[in-house]
């Protein structure tokens, strides 16, 4: 296991409501990355950090936002959450081995959207 | 956006059976990397490739890099019922923070 852990695992929210998903690694990474899974669309990037306070935007920016105030937590926030953003969330760190292309996954947050 | 195009979407085969599937990109690659999900769980890394024309193993997993660098496929061959999963192909760019991109996955569903 590469040392990424999810939380909170599973989340059931209402429309408009914020929301903040948590990834934390231990392996000392530089590069962290949030996906979304959806049925038919495989992995599709939200945000990704390449440092502390560094952040970029993704595919799938929109409705999210993201923090990095340490190397080994990464926030994802939906400030209003919408029933499109239902969907299986992952996070991913790189970086620390000899090359950046080596995402490795955590486990997931299922968020359900009502 | 960048797209890769996996197929097949979904397979379901007989255990010991050979399996095959591919990923294509209008793009072109420096890096093709494959996953599998298993059901509740976060993608694991299979198999990476890094150079066009690359052949590389992993147990009964076999991976190329295609010589275009378009393309890549994914060869798993005697299947058992620990196969059964989703797998991800996925492509990188040169030079762009490691953001990958991801096809739509393959489901394999192995029969006993």
């Known amino acids: 296991d590469a040392g990424i852990t999810q939380s909170p695992r599973h989340k059931v929210t209402e429309t408009g409501t914020p929301v903040t998903l948590r990834c934390h690694q231990t392996?000392?990474?530089?590069?962290m990355y949030w996906y979304r899974q959806d049925p038919g669309h495989g992995l599709r990037l939200i945000h990704y950090s390449y440092g502390v306070k560094d952040t970029d935007k993704g595919e799938v920016s929109d409705g999210y936002s993201v923090s990095r105030s340490k190397t080994e937590d990464f926030l994802l926030t939906l400030e209003s959450a919408t029933s499109s953003q239902t969907s299986v969330y992952f996070c991913a760190i790189s970086g620390q081995t000899f090359s950046t292309d080596t995402q490795y996954f955590g486990p997931g947050t299922r968020l359900t959207v009502l | 956006g960048q797209q890769l195009n996996q197929s097949p979407q979904s397979m379901f085969i007989q255990e010991g059976e050979d399996v095959s599937m591919n990923c294509t990109s209008s793009?072109?690659?420096?890096?093709w990397l494959w996953y599998k999900q298993d059901p509740g769980e976060g993608p694991v890394l299979l198999i990476a490739l890094y150079k066009a024309g690359e052949l590389t193993s992993n147990g009964r997993l076999t991976a190329q890099f295609g010589i275009t660098r378009k393309d890549s496929f994914l060869n798993i061959s005697a299947s058992i019922p620990s196969d059964v999963g989703i797998y991800f192909c996925?492509?990188?760019?040169?030079?762009?923070?490691?953001?990958?991109?991801f096809g739509q996955g393959t489901t394999l569903q192995v029969k006993p």
């Open positions: 793009s072109i690659f420096n890096t």
């Open positions: 392996e000392n990474h530089r590069y």
């Open positions: 996925a492509g990188r760019f040169s030079g762009n923070t490691g953001k990958l991109i």
